[in-house]
């Protein structure tokens, strides 16, 4: 039997939800995505039809919430630190 997948995020247009997926999925989470076909046609990002939703599995919501958290929080950005190019070590 296929475990039921749970709604875990609500983004503006497809491309932002397919960015939550990715990120949730490069921690080992199944995730899929949705957005009424009208949305996707057309390019809405807003309202009803551009509203597109993240679904993980009910057995992932508990990780995927605390990495969403996490993701929201800026805990994923990367340093501030200076990055040397290849000119600089000459």
Known sequence: MTEKY???YSANGINNAILIKNLLVSF???????QESAG????IVSGPLGQAL????????EDANAIIR???NNEFAAPDEKIESSEDSD
Request: charged content about 10%; proline content about 12%; glycine content about 4%.
């Open 6 to 8: 749970i709604p875990i």
């Open 40 to 43: 996707i046609t057309y390019g």
């Open 70 to 72: 996490a993701y929201e």
């Open 28 to 34: 080992n989470i199944p995730a899929e995505t949705y």
């Open 54 to 61: 993240v679904y993980v599995p009910a057995s992932h919501l």
